[in-house]
C-alpha cells in the first residue's frame, strides 16, 4: 500500500493500520499505557489520544500524550508498544498518527515496554542522551515464592515495631504523610511532585488502576509511606518516604516488603520496583537505590532508552535543550 505523509514524501507500507481509539477501550496491559494514567496526566496539562496500531501480524493499542507549549507542541508514549516491535513498526506508527497529531507537534517521544529490550536505532529513530522513564527496573514474579536476600530479612528484624496501614482517605493523614515525602526529598535530594499531584491521583476512581498509599506507623506517630498503582496484573511502585524516629528506625524495607506480600496475596502477577540504574550506570547517582530494590528479589529488567522521531526541523532544538534540562536535574521523572 502507498501513503503519502504530510511532508509530501511516499511510503511502501504493508498492512498498516493506524485508527482512533476511545479511551475507555485501552486494554490495561501496562500501567502507563491505561485509561487511568491518561486521566491522571490530562489532569496535568497533556491531552490523551488513544489508537489502535497494526501492521505485518503486529498490532498493540497505543497511549499518545501530547503537550502544547507556547508556539509548538510534543507528542509521547510512555511505556508503550509490545515484545516484537521492531524499527520498521515505529516509523510507521509515527508516519502514519502524524494527521491525528496537532501541525504544532514537532516531535514523537518513545519510551518503550519493558519487553522491549532490542536494540533500536535509524536515522529516523534517535536515542535520547537521558531517557525520560528508568532504563532498568526489578520485576519480581508474584506466582512464585519470595526470595528476599538477608539484608531486608535483617532490616526487617530492626523495623519489627513499624505498622503500615493501608491510607483510608483521611485528609489529615495524607497531610501528614506529605510532609515525610517533602522531608525525605530535601534529605535524599531529590525532586518532589506536588501535594496537588499526588492528591490527584487518589481522585481518579472505577478506572483499570488503582492508586494505594502504604503508610508507616512509629509509636502512632507516622514515619513515611509509599505510592503504589495497581492494575489488573501488576502493581508498580511509584516513590515513597521514610523518616527516622524511635531507636533511629527507619521504615523502608517494612514498606515494600507488606506491599509485595499484600499484592503476592490478592492474585497479582508481578511487583515492580521501577527504577535502578541500567546497563553500564554501575555506582551512579542511584546506586543505593539499586541496592535496596535488588534486595527483594526478582529478575533485573532493562530497557531501550528513550526515541524520538523529529517532525520539524525545531525537534532537533528541542533535542538538544531537553537533554540539557535532564542533565540538571539527574532524575527520571514519570
Known sequence: ????????????????????????????????????????????????LAFHFSMDGYCCDVLVLV?????????????GFTHGVNEKHLTAFASGVRKYLPSSCI?????????????????????????VQPLGTVRIDLSHDLSFKDRVKRNLKKEEGIVVRLWDGDEEVFSKWYDTYVHTALRDNFSTRSYDYIRSIFS??????????????SDGEISGGIVNLRGKNEEVYLFGSSIK????????????????????????????????EGRGEENSHIASLTTF????????????????????????VFRLVDSIRYKLARRSRI
Not at 501496562?30 to 496539562?45: L, T, Y
Not at 515496554?113 to 531517557?131: H, M, P, Q, V
Not at 481518579?204 to 506507623?217: F, S, W
Not at 530494590?293 to 532537533?316: C, I, Q, S, W
Open 245 to 276: 524516629h524511635t531507636g533511629n528506625i527507619s521504615c523502608g524495607y517494612v514498606l515494600q516488603a507488606e506491599a509485595i506480600m499484600r499484592a503476592k496475596e490478592d492474585g497479582v502477577k508481578v511487583y515492580d520496583l521501577f527504577g535502578i
Open 204 to 217: 481518579l476512581k472505577g478506572l483499570d488502576v488503582e492508586p494505594r498509599l502504604y503508610i508507616a506507623y
Open 293 to 316: 530494590k535488588t534486595a527483594f528479589g526478582g529478575e533485573r529488567t532493562y530497557r531501550m532508552p528513550t526515541l524520538d522521531y523529529v517532525y520539524n526541523p525545531a525537534g532537533h
Open 1 to 48: 500500500m502507498l501513503t503519502v505523509t504530510r511532508s509530501g514524501a511516499i511510503s511502501t507500507l504493508m498492512d498498516l493500520s493506524v485508527k482512533p481509539l476511545a479511551l475507555d477501550a485501552l486494554e490495561c496491559r501496562s500501567i502507563f499505557q491505561s485509561r487511568f494514567w491518561a486521566e491522571v496526566k490530562k489532569q496535568n496539562f497533556w491531552n490523551p
Open 67 to 79: 503537550r502544547k507549549f507556547s508556539f509548538f507542541s510534543i507528542a509521547y508514549i510512555p511505556m
Open 107 to 131: 516531535i514523537l517521544r518513545f519510551d518503550l515496554d519493558w519487553s522491549c529490550t532490542d536494540s533500536i536505532e535509524t536515522k529516523k529513530l534517535r536515542k535520547c542522551r537521558f531517557s
